[in-house]
């Protein structure tokens, strides 16, 4: 079955340090969503990619879409104590599923 | 105004018990979602209606049973409650066929079995 997985699971940086989460599905998808989910939260949509090779910042946070449309990015340069949380990406294959996510911790 | 609402917020009950959690959405979309996510953050999908329609039953067992009365309301029922159902269980709501497909989530029901 479609699998979407991303790597690291964990990942602690120093305040100021960038971060880089991967997203990779085992079928082609249609379209990549990332998703943040704040410590005693719950998800919260960011942003939807949907061609190709696309790439689209938000601040600091820098999403893309592979030009396979199996895999995926959210880069996020100098990382603040606010960008802690875990983030997911979730795509639709032949069914629409979350990634495995990478929970953030950063250290001030 | 919330979006995605569910109730009861915490629920801690004893292995065997029957108990259900309650969802609704305002935001008029067609379909509604049950996560389940456990101690690792992963986010499992367990049920989907479309228009009050099952449209995704993943292997989940018939232990769990959704009812969606209407499109803005799905409820999660569970009989005899095990350990290994404590997780949080999230609420999602989206509109299908936008090419968004976007996902409204409510803000989790944190079940505890002992």
């Known amino acids: 079955g479609q699998q979407v997985m991303q790597i690291p699971q964990y990942q602690h940086v120093q305040e100021g340090e960038d971060f880089t989460t991967y997203c990779n599905s085992s079928?082609?998808?249609?379209?990549i969503q990332w998703y943040k989910q704040r410590p005693g939260g719950h998800p919260v949509f960011l942003i939807q990619?949907?061609?190709?090779?696309e790439v689209k910042k938000q601040k600091r946070l820098t999403f893309q879409f592979g030009e396979a449309k199996k895999n995926s990015s959210l880069h996020i340069t100098a990382t603040q104590t606010t960008d802690v949380g875990t983030y997911f990406c979730?795509?639709?294959?032949?069914?629409?599923?979350f990634g495995t996510g990478t929970s953030l911790t950063v250290i001030p | 105004d919330t979006a995605v609402s569910q109730t009861p917020k915490y629920l801690v009950t004893q292995m065997g018990n029957d108990k259900s959690i309650k969802c609704e959405q305002n935001l008029g979309h067609d379909t509604m979602y049950w996560y389940k996510q456990d101690s690792k953050k992963f986010l499992k999908i367990m049920f989907s209606y479309n228009n009050k329609e099952l449209i995704i039953n993943e292997t989940v067992p018939n232990r769990f049973s959704p009812k969606s009365p209407d499109k803005a309301h799905l409820n999660l029922h569970i009989n005899s409650l095990e350990l290994g159902d404590s997780a949080v269980y999230f609420c999602a709501s989206s509109q299908l066929g936008m090419g968004k497909e976007t996902q409204y989530f409510g803000p989790g029901t944190r079940l505890l079995v002992l």
């Open positions: 979730a795509g639709r294959g032949n069914q629409f599923y």
């Open positions: 079928t082609t998808l249609s379209n």
């Open positions: 990619l949907v061609k190709s090779g």
